[in-house]
């Protein structure tokens, strides 16, 4: 059973800049789908971002333009780049995995994930 482990967030100005890691303890070479979530206390989990093993990206719309996910399968890691930081990005993010294969669509959906990270805080002060 792979585990997954973020880290990477912290406290900064809006404006400001962060970039989370999530590290698996396996290959993820074959993984399908990775992706990053968030849940900020009283709301429900939401889709940040998703990666493919092809590579191909989905973003939530309120981080188009702001956020960049990325993977390196060579070091079995899953990033995402945050800049342009707001207060409404302050959550609790998670990253996700998922080895079955299912169509990219699916992919921004928390419910298609087996495996997840136990999530690191990302604080933004405006």
């Known amino acids: 059973q792979v585990q997954l482990v973020e880290s990477g967030g912290g406290s900064v100005q809006a404006g400001g800049s962060l970039r989370l890691s999530c590290a698996a303890s396996a290959s993820i070479n074959r993984v399908n789908g990775m992706g990053w979530f968030r849940q900020a206390p009283g709301k429900e989990r939401e889709s940040v971002a998703s990666?493919?093993?092809?590579?191909?990206?989905y973003y939530a719309d309120p981080v188009k333009g702001r956020f960049t996910i990325s993977r390196d399968n060579a070091k079995n890691t899953l990033y995402l780049q945050m800049n342009s930081l707001k207060p409404e990005d302050t959550a609790m993010y998670y990253c996700?995995?998922?080895?079955?294969?299912?169509?990219?669509?699916?992919?921004?959906?928390?419910?298609?994930?087996?495996?997840w990270g136990q999530g690191t805080q990302v604080t933004v002060a405006s």
């Open positions: 990666i493919s093993s092809g590579a191909s990206t």
């Open positions: 996700a995995a998922r080895w079955e294969y299912i169509p990219m669509n699916y992919l921004g959906r928390a419910t298609q994930y087996a495996y």
